[in-house]
């Protein structure tokens, strides 16, 4: 695999298939969260309080970088945003959401696969996704399609957040998720629109880089596209990104993309995507700016109805 293919893998702008790993599944009560804009990808999963029989319990799953905004516009039709699938079909509850994607690419892509398991790629080979069992409602379906999802490459390899939004629905899942994976009960919010200096105080440190990789100890020619440090404020860890990557991957032969270890350097716990995060904050690019479509994401959200990049 060349430098740049193996680049654009680590760095979340392409996916790729990966194999199973340790799993866990724990359930944290969570007061109402506060996201940053711009840095929120989710896909949720509606199911309709409808009064006619004829639309009450189907579900409709979507992406969005608002949760809260979502849900209203669905609610409020397709002439104030909503999707034409779900107008005149409700009320609708926001009933769970998964977060945690590295970009809105990588999100639509689940999107997509979680509406068309008979069509994905990665989950073609499970004949039991095509269709709803005997007797099993919509809600049971689409829940029985995540948990198969949940445990597939490349998704299961990332730091999701399951995220229940209606106690009513939640229910454990039959196999437990990786061990990155996290469930969680609550509402989120997204934070304002950022606008200058009003983040000041969140602003990172500045970072005493070395010129020279601490792992391979060759200079970095191209800081800005490969390199990395530690999450610890305090520590100068300064590595390539494949370097970083293949010293996490020590113990995991066979797989492109780390989910965590230890720092080489002051053995602080390490997350990839945390790690992903710190260095878009670091690199002074504007939140706005992060994803060629998170204007367009921020402006509406896109509906299921459109297909975009299969998964």
């Known amino acids: 695999m060349n430098y740049d293919l193996r680049c654009s893998i680590l760095s979340g702008r392409i996916s790729c298939r990966l194999p199973l790993i ?3 599944d724990a359930v ?10 711009g840095h929120f990808y989710g896909v949720y999963l509606l199911c309709s309080q409808s009064l006619y029989s004829r ?15 979502r849900i209203r516009q669905h609610n409020m039709g397709c002439d104030f945003g909503g999707a034409r699938k779900t107008s005149r079909k409700g009320p609708w509850q926001m009933v769970m959401i998964v977060h945690g994607f590295p970009n809105n690419i990588v999100a639509l892509q689940f999107e997509w696969a979680w509406q068309q398991p008979s069509l994905s790629t990665r989950l073609k080979m499970y004949p039991e996704l095509k269709r709803k069992l005997p007797r099993e409602n919509y809600f049971d379906y689409n829940f029985r399609i995540l ?6 490459g490349p998704w299961h390899r990332l730091p999701l957040t399951v995220r229940w939004l209606e106690t009513d629905y939640e229910r454990p899942f039959d196999v ?34 070395a010129p020279e990789c601490h792992l391979c100890i060759k200079q970095i020619e191209q800081p800005e596209r490969s390199r990395l440090g530690c999450t610890n404020p305090t520590c100068r860890l300064t590595c390539h990104m494949l370097c970083l990557a293949n010293y996490l991957l020590a113990d995991e032969p066979g797989h492109y993309i780390p989910v965590g270890g230890e720092c080489p350097l002051c053995e602080t716990r390490l997350v990839w995507a945390a790690l992903l995060q710190r260095k878009r904050l670091l690199s002074g690019v504007p939140e706005e700016l992060q994803d060629q479509d ?5 402006d509406f959200d896109v509906d299921s109805e459109v297909e975009y990049v299969p998964a």
Request: glycine share 6%; proline share 8%; charged share 25%.
């Open 176 to 209: 437990p998720l990786p061990n990155q994976m996290e469930i969680v009960s609550g509402k989120v919010t997204i934070a304002a629109s950022q606008r200058k200096g009003a983040d000041d105080a969140a602003a990172p440190p500045p970072v005493a880089w």
């Open 55 to 69: 639309y009450r319990g189907k579900c409709y799953v979507g992406f969005t970088v608002n949760p809260k905004r």
């Open 22 to 24: 340790a799993f866990q």
């Open 147 to 152: 948990s198969k999802m949940l445990g597939v």
């Open 28 to 37: 944290t009560v969570q007061e109402e969260t506060v996201a940053r804009k």
């Open 294 to 298: 998170d204007d367009l994401s921020d």
